[in-house]
């Protein structure tokens, strides 16, 4: 069975760091693009980020870039955001999501999804 599982979400301050993971079963990520989405309450889902196969080129959203930072273990079948210098605007559920083909910006080109994890951002 295909699934994907996301972990590492929770209660943070502004400027305050967390790294959210990714894991996936049922299939390798090896020849997947990964992808980072959140959707916080009353807005549509927004990409993140994304690691591509082959070369793990990557692409992040404008309002993450610089504070941002995805990566994969393959060995582990796992990918991970590092988010540093939290903004109660990065407020949201954080998804992942699979792409066989190339990774892009849109919801339509993933596949499947994990159910998502909480991130507030408060004081």
């Known amino acids: 069975q295909v699934q994907l599982v996301e972990s590492g979400g929770g209660l943070v301050q502004p400027g305050g760091s967390l790294r959210l993971s990714c894991a996936a079963s049922g299939f390798s990520l090896d020849n997947y693009a990964i992808g980072w989405f959140r959707q916080a309450p009353g807005k549509e889902r927004e990409f993140v980020a994304v690691?591509?196969?082959?070369?793990?080129?990557?692409t992040y959203g404008d309002s993450v870039k610089g504070r941002f930072t995805i990566s994969r273990d393959n060995a582990k079948n796992t990918v991970y955001l590092q988010m540093n210098s939290l903004k109660p605007e990065d407020t949201a559920i954080y998804y992942c999501a699979s792409d066989l083909y190339y990774g892009g910006a849109s919801t339509r080109e993933y596949d499947y999804w994990g159910q998502g994890t909480q991130v507030t951002v408060s004081s």
């Open positions: 690691i591509r196969a082959n070369g793990g080129s990557t």
